[in-house]
Nanobody, 115 residues
Framework: QVQVVESGGGLVQPGGSLRLACTVS????????MSWHRQAPGKERELVAG???????NYADSVKGRFTISRDAAKNTAYLQMNSLLPEDTAVYYC?????????WGQGTQVTVSS
């Protein structure tokens, strides 16, 4: 059974940094795409960053220049380095790995940016 485990969330002051990690296990497939999404209270889930293969990255406009997505493809692991965090970055962050028509989602990790 495929498992997606996220870690690294927490409480941080505005301007601070956090690094999220995500590992997808239980599949022999090398995931084509790994991505991070977030959902704030009362808002729809949105794509934050994605990485296709080993190097093609895309970001939401709101996080460009502040967040960096990376991955260890051999381990189906992805990371999200978040710098210069803002209160509006507060949300539950979800990791997603996909291959073909299959998508695997984690349970989410809370990120709270507050002084």
């Amino acid at each position: 059974q495929v498992q997606v485990v996220e870690s690294g969330g927490g409480l941080v002051q505005p301007g601070g940094s956090l690094r999220l990690a995500c590992t997808v296990s239980g599949t022999r497939s090398r995931l084509t795409v790994m991505s991070w999404h977030r959902q704030a209270p009362g808002k729809e889930r949105e794509l934050v960053a994605g990485i296709i293969g080993d190097s093609k990255r895309n970001y939401a406009d709101s996080v460009k220049g502040r967040f960096t997505i990376s991955r260890d493809a051999a381990k189906n692991t992805a990371y999200l380095q978040m710098n210069s965090l803002l209160p509006e970055d507060t949300a539950v962050y979800y990791c997603c790995g996909s291959v073909g028509t299959n998508e695997f989602w984690g349970q989410g990790t809370q990120v709270t940016v507050s002084s």
